[in-house]
């Protein structure tokens, strides 16, 4: 796709966002204001476009539809999340589970991530002591037993997830496991390796079923980082990133980074 096709599309979307807000009345004096004042009001108006674009730190994007986006709702201070990343419901902190400060473990999830309902991340506090004759936790549960040391349990390290990750619902993540930028998790899988990025994989133990895209045109990706980009031009990106022709795709990010 040429850069007039990426422009004209921007340019519909720039008059589609216009029309909505002169439907909800409020801007529609302001919009119309500006509109005839040519092209310096033109700059006026999207000013008042981007004023409604959207916004990591609202809690939900969709008024009356159940979906959260996870950043503004964390209270936790070992759990990281990036912008625009959504959970398909509520209270995204009790999917992640066995969280203890004590285990200096962190969740680290990037940017732009699609999480379906009734995933869970069970982090290293759900490990039992595995070098013994018996797992059982006696200290827990009211037995005299010392606390066995940190160094004793299983400690796999962090949690990360990338950008761009679709998380199938019901999936479960394994302490430790990092899960590349543009992976896709099967529902119900259970994930206990790591992901490479771009790859789908599914179910118990999650196995990969391909990379969705070849090498050069990953590599392309990840040196593109298209979620790092301000938010306008993240939308006027949208039919870049969703276009089905990745021949199309991979020679426009292949300009864009030349520039």
Request: proline share 6%; net charge negative; glycine share 8%.
């Amino acid at each position: 796709m040429c850069l007039a096709s990426f422009n004209n599309e921007a340019g519909r979307q720039k008059d589609t966002e216009i029309a909505r807000l002169q439907a909800k009345g409020p801007k529609d004096t302001e919009i119309s204001r500006y509109r005839a004042k040519g092209q310096k009001g033109m700059k006026k108006v999207d000013e008042v476009v981007m004023s409604s674009m959207p916004n990591p730190n609202v809690t939900h994007p969709v008024p009356g539809f159940p979906v959260t986006y996870v950043k503004p709702t964390i209270t936790r201070s070992n759990i990281v999340v990036g912008d625009f990343t959504y959970y398909s419901g509520e209270d995204f902190e009790s999917r992640v589970t066995h969280h203890y400060e004590f285990y200096g473990d962190k969740l680290i999830i990037g940017k732009f991530c699609q999480i379906a309902a009734d995933v869970e991340i069970i982090m290293n506090g759900a490990n039992h002591k595995m070098n013994g004759a018996s797992t059982f936790p006696f200290y827990i549960l009211g037995w005299k037993q010392d606390v066995p040391p940190l160094s004793d349990m299983p400690h796999k390290g962090d949690t990360v997830v990338g950008n761009d990750v679709w998380i199938g619902q019901k999936a479960v993540i394994l302490p430790g496991v990092h899960i590349g930028d543009g992976a896709i998790i099967g529902a119900n899988s259970v994930v206990g390796s790591d992901v490479e990025p771009y790859t789908i994989v599914v179910g118990n133990p999650a196995k990969t079923v391909r990379k969705r895209f070849d090498d050069e045109l990953i590599a392309l990706l990840h040196e593109f980082r298209w979620w790092d980009k301000a938010i306008d031009e993240i939308q006027e990106l949208i039919p870049l990133l969703h276009d089905n022709d990745l021949e199309r795709v991979r020679l426009e990010i292949e300009r864009r980074l030349a520039k």
